[in-house]
């Protein structure tokens, strides 16, 4: 009976360790590829910020929309459809992002999506929105071109499922400002009206309307993810090595003789 429980207990052992094993490789390649990933951002925005800077019109044709690319833009502000982008932080402090459509070919209905910058949140009772700066007349900005308006993540209730619903025609009754949490592009062109350029551009430019510009850049420490990726494998060869353990004395056991049971006495 002590031998069929030990092997039980064994054969539970080597099946558990040999699962973290796998468990702990796979969670370190995974660390690996998301290094490789970083790595590919890294290269990518250091190739797009050297590209000759663009200067954005009506007819640049969609190859030379490249994500961190510098570029210049002139036209004029749409400030009826501008939308506030919610729960977006700038140095700790709760805000908006402010996004207008900066119209450069008016024949065309041409406009590519700016945006311009953080705008606090107001915070006291009966505090409210301080009014946006809406620059009239031709205007020129420099910026950075990205494929997308960045996406918050979003936890989706009864009570907040509109959050990410642009109304359906723009400008609102009353010129008040939609105020979302994330923004498609595609949505955007159809509630505006407008022919969108294929990118969005994060403004640079200091405009002096008193809104922040220090835009969050991809996490790029590809050097965190492999010392995480080295210690999920150190854990492998930790449990590699307690399955050996177990498994050669678990042999050991098995070619060792069971001792025999003392013969019963006689009366």
């Known amino acids: 009976m002590a031998r069929t429980h030990t092997t039980t207990h064994t054969i539970a052992t080597l099946i558990l360790l040999g699962v973290l094993v796998a ?3 796979s969670l370190g390649n ?29 007819n640049t044709p969609d190859s030379e929309f490249i994500n961190w690319r510098k570029i210049s833009a002139s036209g004029t502000w749409l400030n009826s459809f501008t939308v506030l982008l919610e729960n977006r932080n700038f140095k700790g402090m709760p805000g908006y992002w402010v996004a207008t459509p900066l119209l450069i070919d008016a024949s065309t209905h041409t406009a590519v999506l700016v945006l311009r910058g953080w705008l606090a949140r107001p915070l006291g009772p009966g505090q409210t929105l301080p009014p946006i700066p809406a620059p009239e007349g031709t205007h020129t900005l420099s910026g950075e071109l990205v494929d997308r308006v960045p996406r918050l ?12 619903r642009l109304p359906a025609k723009l400008p609102l009754p009353g010129h008040s400002l939609p105020q979302i949490q994330n923004l498609d592009l595609h949505a955007y062109a159809q509630s505006t009206g407008l022919k969108l350029l294929p990118t969005v551009v994060e403004q640079t430019s200091d405009d002096r309307d008193g809104l922040g510009r220090e835009w969050p ?5 590809a050097d965190k993810n492999i010392g995480y990726a080295m210690q999920w494998f150190t854990f492998a060869a930790i449990a590699g090595i307690a399955w050996l353990v177990t498994a050669v004395g678990a042999l050991r056991r098995r070619k060792t003789p069971a001792p025999k049971s003392p013969p019963p006495a006689q009366t």
Request: proline share 4%.
């Open 153 to 164: 993540f979003e936890l989706w209730s009864f009570n907040h499922s509109t959050a990410d």
């Open 217 to 221: 850049q991809p996490s790029l420490d």
């Open 23 to 25: 468990a702990f490789v």
């Open 30 to 58: 995974w660390q690996l590829r998301r290094a490789d990933e970083r790595h590919a951002i890294s290269q990518a925005i250091d190739a797009g910020r050297q590209h000759i800077p663009l200067h954005l019109n009506a």
